[in-house]
């Protein structure tokens, strides 16, 4: 399984950026797929998650309300869109991909992860 993110850049406090991930493979619609991010000297956070029909997602509190994570399994890709970004959102975002569904926000609990796109929200 191969993950390419994309979708970063530098954005405002206040505004809003989508992120893209592609994944390789015929059975993305199995993936649970998760978004992450770092920043310099911390460990990796979870920021959201999807089932694998897109029923069902979860959010970490510093971003419930403001982020939205869906998927299109025909396009074999996963959206995180961000709105009312604050500059404490600025990190390297990786998306995720976890192939037997546990449902975790573990980093441990995913299989396969993309290469990172930065974000950075100017204040």
């Known amino acids: 399984v191969q993950l390419q993110a994309s979708g970063g850049g530098l954005v405002q406090a206040g505004g809003s950026l989508r992120l893209s991930c592609a994944a390789s493979?015929?059975?993305?619609?199995?993936?649970?797929m998760g978004w992450f991010r770092q920043t310099p000297g911390k460990e990796r956070e979870f920021v959201a998650s999807?089932?694998?029909?897109?029923?069902?997602?979860y959010y970490a509190d510093s971003v419930k309300g403001r982020f939205t994570v869906s998927r299109d399994n025909a396009k074999n890709t996963v959206y995180l869109q961000m709105n009312s970004l604050k500059p404490e959102d600025t990190a390297v975002y990786y998306c995720?991909?976890?192939?037997?569904?546990?449902?975790?926000?573990?980093?441990?609990?995913?299989?396969?992860w993309g290469q990172g796109t930065q974000v950075t929200v100017s204040s």
């Open positions: 995720a991909a976890d192939l037997t569904v546990r449902f975790g926000t573990a980093t441990t609990s995913y299989d396969y």
């Open positions: 999807i089932s694998p029909s897109g029923g069902r997602t």
């Open positions: 493979g015929r059975t993305f619609s199995t993936y649970f």
